[in-house]
């Protein structure tokens, strides 16, 4: 059997086979017949209307008789089949047929606007993420014409990665995203490798069919409610910067994950989370997860920060199982920031660059205007010695504390 995509045209094929095979009546009481006053299409007066008990309604195709359905089933329509393998030419064809239809929409107008770094970071991951969305029907083939693969999935961990932490999300959010993120220096490669990273670790907990899907039919085929809050949690916990409930950062080992273990339990939660969400019927295995994790779709707006972080704690929950830790940085008081940052401004000498100034000590600065901390809201707390657990209080104290950017500090310490 050939398979096609329709270019243009959806909605009227939609149309009509909601007619024929009477699901419109389902979605909508109302679907029926109607004559749409400057159409060269005149339809039959007998079709127009039906009297129902309450009012009139447009004649439905089971209302038809049968020899006006046969007429309507032997109805010929144009169609115009287009034999190109090119996506960017079909992408261009659709663009053109839509002209005057769309108005342009934010992703779209984005890409227009900005320039430089962001922008390019975007481009690169879409491309790479384009073929697995699709695959799992999470975006489709339309979306992503529409740049929309982009702005719901790309632009959404772009936040996570920027901020490192679970963020909310909005149309001018994600403009700031794009507009502070002309010049990123080396930061940029950094984030592309760490979410590519955080993707395939996500792939590889699921074994694809034979089509190369992988979780068709759990919850994870959802963009909001379950693809994302995966990925978002896959990241911050690889990287680093899963915060605990006392603040401390936490970087967990994927060398040393059981991922046989993991795959069974999220295989097992996604497929029951989806059913639970269509209220059908559950396995009782993960109940305790599901049941809360339903809480989570249900607790408010899938764009704001405290619904997503509640999503990603469940999911959490089940990885840490499994995952050990790597190592954790506790949380820097603001004293003992402040407290760095003088000592940092007293001292002399080779290390400390010149007198007065406070120099990031990661050994791989990502500041592409030099080393030198020019403000104490730049700094963050970075350790002499690594933390890890069980590594003692030692490691928080104010000896073992030396200054780095916010953003060294994420990647200060990384041993891969
Ligand atoms: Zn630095």
């Known amino acids: 059997m050939k398979h096609y995509e329709v270019i243009d045209g959806q909605q009227r094929l939609s149309a009509i086979f909601d007619f024929m095979f009477n699901e419109g009546l389902t979605k909508n009481s109302e679907f029926g017949l109607k004559q749409i006053p400057n159409s060269t299409i005149k339809i039959h007066e007998k079709l127009l209307t039906k009297s129902t008990k309450s009012k009139k309604k447009g004649v439905a195709y089971i209302d038809m008789s049968s020899d006006d359905q046969e007429r309507f089933d032997n109805y010929k329509i144009r169609v115009r089949e287009v034999y190109e393998e090119n996506d960017d030419k079909i992408e261009d064809l659709f663009r ?131 693809y994302l809050p995966l990925l978002t949690t896959i990241y911050l916990m690889i990287t680093g910067n899963w915060i605990d409930d006392n603040g401390n950062r936490i970087r967990y080992n994927i060398n040393k994950t059981n991922k046989k273990k993991i795959r069974e339990r999220l295989d097992d939660f996604g497929v029951n989370t989806h059913r639970k969400l269509r209220n059908e019927k559950t396995n009782v295995k993960e109940r305790k997860y599901v049941l809360k994790y339903k809480k989570a779709v249900e607790y408010g707006r899938t764009t704001n920060a405290s619904p997503r972080v509640k999503k990603c704690k469940i999911i959490h929950e089940i990885l840490e199982k499994y995952m050990p830790v790597m190592d954790i940085r506790t949380k820097c008081k603001s004293g003992d920031r402040e407290w760095l940052y003088k000592e940092w401004q007293r001292r002399e000498g080779e290390s400390a660059g010149k007198k007065g100034k406070v120099m990031c000590q990661a050994k791989n600065c990502i500041n592409p205007k030099g080393k030198e901390i020019r403000s104490l809201a730049e700094m963050d707390c970075g350790h002499i010695k690594m933390q890890k657990l069980g590594y003692g209080r030692g490691g928080d104290e104010r000896k073992n504390l030396r200054p780095e950017h916010f953003g060294c500090n994420r990647s200060a310490n990384q041993v891969r």
């Open 96 to 226: 053109r047929l839509n002209t005057n239809v769309y108005e342009n929409n934010r992703q779209e107008l984005r890409n227009a606007t900005y320039t430089g770094d962001m922008k390019d970071l975007a481009r690169i991951l879409t491309k790479k993420f384009q073929n697995f969305l699709l695959l799992n029907k999470i975006v489709t083939q339309k979306n992503c014409w529409r740049q929309l693969d982009t702005d719901k999935v790309v632009n959404e961990i772009l936040l996570v990665a920027t901020q490192d932490q679970i963020v909310s999300s909005s149309n001018d959010i994600k403009d700031d995203l794009y507009a502070n993120g002309e010049t990123m220096g080396l930061i940029k490669n950094k984030i592309q490798k760490d979410v590519e990273e955080a993707q395939e670790f996500l792939e590889s907990l699921f074994p694809p069919d034979g089509e190369g899907r992988r979780f068709i039919g759990t919850v994870f085929s959802k963009h909001a409610h379950g």
